[in-house]
C-alpha cells in the first residue's frame, strides 16, 4: 500500500520559517504531481503549491515569493520551505500526490496524508 507521511510543522514566531516533508512510500510506479493543501478553522481546504513531474510548479497567490516548493525523485519526497511565516498561513497542511502504484499502470491515484500543524503566532 502507498503512503504519505509528512513531517516538519510546528510553532513559530511571524516572519519565521518552517521547512515541511512529505514523503510517499510503498509499490509506487510513477509521480504524476505532488502538492500541499492546507486547511484553516472554518475555511475550505486550498492548494498552497504543487510540482509536477515534469518540474513545473504553481502557488497560490498568497504564498509567492514567501514559499517554494521541491522535491527529491530519488526518495519520492516533496519539500515545502515557508518563510516570513503570517499568521494567517496557520492551519494543517496536507501533502497530496497522484500516481501510479505498481500494480495498476493505466489508472492514477490520489492520496493524501493525515496532516501536519503549522502554527504561526507571537
Known amino acids: 500500500q502507498v503512503q504519505l507521511v509528512e513531517s516538519g510543522g510546528g510553532l513559530v514566531l511571524p516572519g519565521g520559517s518552517l521547512r515541511l516533508s512529505c514523503a510517499a512510500s510503498?509499490?509506487?510506479?510513477?509521480?504524476?504531481?505532488m502538492a500541499w493543501y492546507r486547511q484553516a478553522p472554518g475555511k475550505q481546504r486550498e492548494l498552497v503549491a504543487g510540482?509536477?513531474?515534469?518540474?513545473?510548479?504553481n502557488y497560490a497567490d498568497s504564498v509567492k515569493g514567501r514559499f517554494t516548493i521541491s522535491r527529491d525523485n530519488a526518495k519520492n519526497t516533496v519539500y515545502l520551505q515557508m518563510n516570513s511565516l503570517k499568521p494567517e498561513d496557520t492551519a494543517v497542511y496536507y501533502c497530496?500526490?497522484?500516481?501510479?502504484?505498481?500494480?495498476?499502470?493505466?489508472?492514477?491515484?490520489?492520496?493524501w496524508g493525515q496532516g501536519t500543524q503549522v502554527t504561526v503566532s507571537s
Open positions: 497530496n500526490a497522484n500516481l501510479y502504484d505498481s500494480g495498476s499502470y493505466y489508472y492514477a491515484k490520489t492520496y
Open positions: 510503498g509499490s509506487i510506479f510513477s509521480i504524476n504531481y
Open positions: 510540482v509536477a513531474s515534469g518540474g513545473d510548479t
